[in-house]
């Protein structure tokens, strides 16, 4: 629970969040290339007196998400692309975490729809006290009235100073638990729809990494790395940001670092029967009205 301070930045982190995210729909075209698009993400956080939280995610089609460029990365957006644009600002530890599906394939624009408005609905239900069960079958009431299926194995999440994946989890599917909301608790909410298993698994590529404890390395890049990561205060970050310029080397040290339990891996997370996905996500404060930090 924040104290009304740590509110007040958790609002402004949420405003810069929200007011990037805006730029960055109007970035996100066809031809376009999603490095760049990433870069000029974090770049506009940074001239709004913020720090991404996270990479900036931009995930394409059955890729649900966890994708951010890597360096000479030549993706570019295609015409019949569905894209994930997740992204989050922060401001002394305090983390807005926002996401809109852009989708040029008008086959999908209901499958969009469903995943917004089950974030719509989910919102409503935000009040202290409330029922965390009941915001998780607004989603899965919602998605499926479209007739598609809400992604179970992903969920949103409580948010804490520097602790962006905290507890409780926001199930996206059903799910008994008797937790309850409480006032000034900060929660995302991120409901995804897909036309496929409504599962995702872990693909073998890694683009994102956090820092889960220092360890005794010998390789010094891998050192290199481990000193570099500090910085973030254990929130996640891009392999494209790492001050180690060969794939080679890169590949080595973060095996290591790996196996040494120091970083956590966040693989690229794809929809297991290929299915396309959309996603919505906003940040919360528990109130009654409830705050949403990351809405203009
Ligand atoms: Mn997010
Ligand atoms: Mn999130």
């Known amino acids: 629970m924040y104290s009304p301070e740590e509110l007040e930045k958790a609002r402004q982190a949420g405003r ?3 007011e990037v995210l805006e730029a960055a729909m109007s970035l996100v075209k066809p031809g376009a290339k999603l490095l760049d698009i990433a870069e000029r993400i974090e770049a506009m956080m940074r001239e709004k007196g913020a720090e991404p ?12 998400a966890h994708y951010t460029p890597p360096k000479n990365d030549a993706t570019i957006v295609q015409e019949n692309d569905i894209i994930k644009i997740d992204i989050g600002a922060h401001i002394d530890g305090y983390a807005g975490d926002t996401a809109v599906t852009i989708c040029f394939n008008k086959d999908y624009g209901k499958m969009t729809e469903a995943s917004q408005r089950a974030l719509e609905e989910a919102i409503k239900e935000c009040k202290p006290e409330a029922r965390l069960s009941d915001l998780s079958d607004a989603i899965e009431n919602t998605i499926t009235s479209y007739g598609y299926k809400p992604v179970s194995n992903l969920t949103g999440h409580g948010i804490e ?25 900060v929660i995302a909410i991120e409901p995804f729809a897909t036309d496929g298993a409504g599962r995702i698994k872990e693909a ?4 994102i990494y956090m820092l889960l404890k220092p360890a005794a390395v010998r390789n010094p890049d891998a050192r290199k790395i481990l000193d570099f990561a500090q910085q973030f205060n254990g929130l996640p970050f891009a392999e ?14 973060m095996k290591e670092l790996r196996e040494r339990n120091a970083i956590y891996n966040y693989a690229v997370l794809k929809e297991i029967g290929g299915g396309m996905v959309s996603q919505s996500e906003h940040t919360v404060i528990i109130q009654d009205p409830p705050i949403v930090t990351t809405r203009i």
Do not use: G
Request: proline share 7%; aromatic share 8%; no cysteine.
């Open 16 to 18: 810069v969040t929200a």
């Open 53 to 64: 939280a996270f990479p900036a995610n931009l995930s394409l089609n059955s890729t649900a």
């Open 161 to 185: 100073r520097y602790h962006l994946h905290a507890d409780p989890q926001v199930p996206n599917v059903k799910t008994a638990t008797n937790y309850r909301l409480q006032e000034n608790q």
């Open 204 to 207: 073998e590529q890694v683009f």
């Open 240 to 253: 494209r940001w790492l001050p180690v310029d060969s794939q080679i080397k890169l590949r080595i040290a």
